[in-house]
């Protein structure tokens, strides 16, 4: 058990640019979940996932976000036409699939939109 | 939306105090989790709370879920310098599958 993993850990990126992030999550758990932190606050809820299924996304998320879980296995968020507000740390959690689960964190991908 | 606040936002304490948070929703939560996040890293898993009234202890930690289930404490009896980071509660509702977490609280621990 290696934890979850996020690739990139650091991405800088010009406005109005696509990104793409990837997360490996703790193998067999079933849930997978994104979230979003900005300096100084709490991790914010973005979407999350159940094996392949994408079951519930935040209603504030841009319909510049999109989220993948093809296999049911790793996971991509990716963002299209980057703005500098989308500048935070994106973190990527896995749970066995319970709801009284803990969260195991991944380690973050940050993004800087210049 | 459900909401999570907590206070205070930042505590700094002389190495030996002690230290609390406190996390408030504003709905009634089927269950709460609490989070430490080092400088730099990212969310550790500490604890979940199910019970109203529960209280749980981790050696110098201890929890306490509201009788409401509403509101949730976090207690450090003489604060180490290991103590330092940021301590976030979770809370779920009972109409969701997504945690909302708190803003936070900063500890900063002076040797």
């Known amino acids: 058990d290696t934890g979850v993993s996020q690739d990139p850990r650091h991405k800088i990126t010009k406005r109005g640019q696509n990104v793409t992030f990837r997360c490996d999550p703790i193998?067999?758990?079933?849930?997978l979940y994104w979230y979003r932190q900005t300096l100084g606050q709490g991790p914010e809820f973005l979407t999350y996932f159940q094996n392949e299924a994408q079951l519930e996304k935040s209603r504030l998320l841009s319909d510049r976000f999109s989220a993948e879980r093809p296999k049911g296995s790793f996971s991509t968020l990716e963002i299209q036409r980057t703005e500098q507000g989308d500048s935070a740390m994106y973190l990527c959690a896995s749970s066995p699939g319970l709801e009284f689960y803990e969260q195991y964190f991944g380690p973050g991908t940050r993004l800087t939109v210049t | 939306g459900q909401q999570v606040m907590q206070i205070p936002q930042y505590q700094h304490v002389q190495e030996g105090e002690d230290f609390t948070t406190y996390c408030n929703s504003s709905t009634t939560l089927s269950n709460i989790q609490w989070y430490k996040q080092r400088p730099g890293g990212h969310p550790v898993f500490l604890i979940q709370l199910v019970k109203s009234g529960e209280v749980k202890k981790q050696k110098r930690l201890t929890f306490q879920f509201g009788e409401a289930k509403k509101n949730s404490s976090l207690h450090i009896t003489a604060t180490q310098t290991t103590d330092v980071g940021t301590y976030f509660c979770?809370?779920?509702?009972?109409?969701?599958?997504?945690?909302?977490f708190g803003g936070g609280t900063r500890l900063m621990v002076k040797p």
């Open positions: 979770a809370g779920r509702d009972n109409a969701g599958n997504m945690l909302t």
């Open positions: 193998s067999e758990h079933n849930r």
